[in-house]
């Protein structure tokens, strides 16, 4: 199988149970798993289940192929020993799926399936293997949407917890918000943290020769419409440094960063200019990069990136009442995002020494659509971890204030969500991605036992 993902999948049914229109349904179930998506493979399903010898041959089949999620389909009531038994030896998250009850018509009961799954869950739950529940007839695309969803989560969990994280410099001064618990981190997420000072990546673009910073000044340059106050200098020290982030990614393995972006990068014995914009073109192209030393925020990027395909968006929240709030940074965006039709700008930073004294920042306000805000953390007791999410929509936003701002109308309204991240203290930095994906951020901290804070 080239499937970089593969589904173990176990249509159950008992004995007794069994009928003529359940092959039907299990083929309908099988082609619904296989047409999700060419990156999941589907292992097993080609006959029912009804015994536990059965049973455990598709066990072997799961472990040999390492299988990274199981697709329980309750066709009927099923054995009790089945799943628990397959669930406790592979160690994979199972989802569990039931279909709606046929009509009895004041005959007999015709499958039973959710009856099954609820006894699966709390076997399930008792074990405490992670589960999920799927509740939609065979051929529906309400399951095919309830599938995906879990499945995109199952494999951003995989990803995150063997993410190398590159923390190049530390947090900024006084950003308590942008620390984070190595160790934690490590143990209940997977990720490994790698530290790298910003002398050797300062010292490692200076070293750089034209020829090996023409692709990157290309890319710069290629990726925003117009140059407004920049000099050559700056661009290429821009182009220097985002070759020099990509030669650490290659050195340490790491595949996503934490940048402290001030204040030693913007002095000029150092390196002179605002990375701004450098790290929205990494993030751009695919190298998930989040600003001011904040670890945890990049680890949510990252975990945005992998559920939707598309870049993520750190930043700030500025203002949280009235109908819409505002997501906002400095002009550190990555350029697909930009709004349709407008012309996105590399401008000197509106911030640094006082504004328009050294470049790099984007400009340019952020796309309307549905958006998905979130912010992973800590707990306040330090023993585990915690997310806020919040969907909204992004409206259609003028550049009403320098850098890279967004108007969202969050479902749950500004009061409500304010009231949320005051009152539960949450950290400073969100993580905004297109799209909502409120349900699989709920399945990822169900995955990797992560406190959900839904604002809705």
């Known amino acids: 199988m080239n499937a970089k993902w593969k589904i173990g999948y176990l249509p159950l049914t008992k004995g007794s149970w069994m009928n003529p229109s359940l092959e039907e349904k299990r083929k309908n179930a099988l082609k619904t798993m296989k047409n999700l998506s060419p990156d999941w493979a589907v292992v097993g399903g080609e006959k029912m289940i009804a015994f536990e010898p059965e049973a455990l041959e598709m066990l072997d089949r799961f472990a040999g192929e390492r299988v990274d999620a199981i697709v329980c389909q309750f066709m009927t009531f099923s054995l009790g020993t089945i799943v628990p038994l397959i669930a406790n030896r592979l160690k994979v998250p199972v989802i569990l799926w039931s279909m709606p009850e046929p009509p009895a018509n004041g005959g007999r009961l015709q499958a039973n399936s959710f009856c099954a799954a609820n006894m699966n869950s709390h076997f399930l739950w008792k074990l405490r293997i992670p589960y999920f529940h799927v509740h939609a007839p065979t051929e529906s695309a309400e ?7 879990v499945f995109r989560s199952v494999q951003a969990a995989k990803v995150v917890r063997t993410l190398r994280l590159g923390v190049i410099g530390g947090r900024v001064p006084g950003f308590y918000t942008s620390g984070c ?3 934690m981190l490590r143990e209940k997420l997977g990720v490994e943290l790698k530290y790298i000072t910003l002398l050797e990546v300062v010292k490692t673009a200076e070293a750089l020769g034209d020829a090996e910073i023409a692709p990157a000044l290309a890319r710069i340059r290629a990726e925003s419409r117009k140059i407004d106050g920049p000099d050559e200098t700056e661009l290429k020290k821009s182009a220097a440094f985002y070759t020099a982030v990509q030669k650490m990614k290659e050195k340490y393995g790491a595949g996503t960063f934490a940048v402290r972006c001030w204040p030693e990068v913007n002095m000029n014995e150092l390196c002179g200019i605002g990375v701004c914009s450098t790290l929205g073109t990494l993030t751009n192209n695919d190298t998930v990069t989040a600003c001011e030393g904040d670890v945890y925020g990049a680890v949510l990027m990252q975990i945005q990136r992998e559920l939707t ?71 306040r007791d330090g023993t585990g971890f915690r997310m806020l999410i919040a969907a909204g929509d992004g409206i259609d936003t003028d550049l009403f204030v320098r850098g890279n701002p967004l108007k969202i109308r969050f479902d749950a309204g500004c009061d409500k969500l304010r ?38």
């Not at 095919?144 to 969803?149: D, E, G």
């Not at 709030?325 to 590399?346: D, F, I, T």
């Not at 009231?419 to 901290?445: N, T």
Request: proline residues 3%; negative net charge; hydrophobic residues 40%.
């Open 143 to 149: 399951a095919a949407s309830q599938l995906a969803s």
């Open 181 to 183: 618990d190595e160790m």
């Open 309 to 379: 395909g598309n870049a993520p968006f750190f930043c700030d929240l500025i203002v949280c009442e009235g109908d819409y709030g505002v997501a906002w940074h400095c002009g550190a965006a990555p350029c697909r995002l930009c709004k349709e039709n407008y012309e996105s700008s590399l401008r000197k930073s509106s911030i640094i020494d006082g504004g328009d004294v050294k470049g790099l920042t984007n400009e340019f306000p952020l796309r309307a659509g549905r958006v998905t805000l979130a912010r992973l953390g800590e707990i």
């Open 419 to 456: 009231e949320v991240i005051i009152g539960q203290g949450f950290e400073h930095h969100f993580s905004l991605a297109y799209g909502d994906i409120s349900r699989e951020l709920r399945h990822f901290c169900r995955l990797m036992d992560i406190e959900p804070v839904v604002v809705s």
